[in-house]
């Protein structure tokens, strides 16, 4: 909760700021406009601003849980076949470095315009922070401990399974703090290129109209379904990992 309490505080300072910059300068509408305008928003189209959230929603937590499910299932996989994953993991330093928004149109294009593109966009952008991270986590694995379990003799499987995914579990839950809040992201990018709802779709129609107070509403409220994907990843991976000890 002490990062909703931050968010909350940071907000109230922003727009702040935010309506002494609009006063002092003079600043259009068009161009900036103030905190309450951009409320007014809210309370002019409650059941637009609903119904395009819900739309976002849906793709980013559809996102979130297919690009976890793969980027955990590749981060075994690389672990569990190590020949393969010096393979396979340069491949994945080289995806990783594409922009977003050259592969979106692509994705669009193979999933057409419903949420499918959308989803899959999403879950792109949370696919690699978890699977670096959790690869990272069991590589690093302490060879003492390594060592140590080679002893008993137990097998490559069950050193995996019993000893090093357990440890690189605080990897796995980096990766996803990481990914989490990126998931609205990746829809939305989706939305821009292209999409007949959402809040991606909303800011392209209002940009195209100068409406920069349903622009600014609209990503306010992206800024609120981001703090609270993080707020849900960490309540729901605390038991994973209760036992490492945060500095």
Known sequence: MRLAFTFVRSLV????????????????RYLLPTPVEVLAVFARQPGF???QSLVT?????AGLAVGTAFGVATAIGLAAFPRFGKLVWP????????????IAPLLVLWFGFGMASKIV??????????VSAFSDGLRRTDTQILD????????HWQALRLVRL??????LVTGLRVAAPLAPLGAVV?????????????????????????VFAAMAILAVFAVALRLLVDEATRPLAHWAREN
Do not use: H
Not at 57 to 61: C, F, G, H, Q, V
Not at 121 to 130: D, N, Q, R
Not at 166 to 171: F, K, Y
């Open 166 to 171: 357990p440890l690189a579990l605080p990897g």
């Open 57 to 61: 929603i849906a793709e980013m937590l």
């Open 190 to 214: 989706g939305e821009w290129v292209g999409a007949s709802a959402g809040l991606g779709f909303v800011i392209v129609q209002a940009n195209a109209r100068m409406q920069t107070d349903v």
């Open 121 to 130: 966009m999403a879950a792109i952008i949370i696919f690699f922070p978890v």
């Open 148 to 155: 140590a379990v080679a002893l008993t003799k137990a097998s």
């Open 13 to 28: 300072v922003l727009a702040a700021l935010w309506q002494a910059a609009v006063v002092v300068f003079a600043l259009p």
């Open 91 to 102: 491949v994945v330093l080289v995806l990783q470095a594409f922009p977003v928004f050259v």
């Open 49 to 51: 601003l609903l119904e």
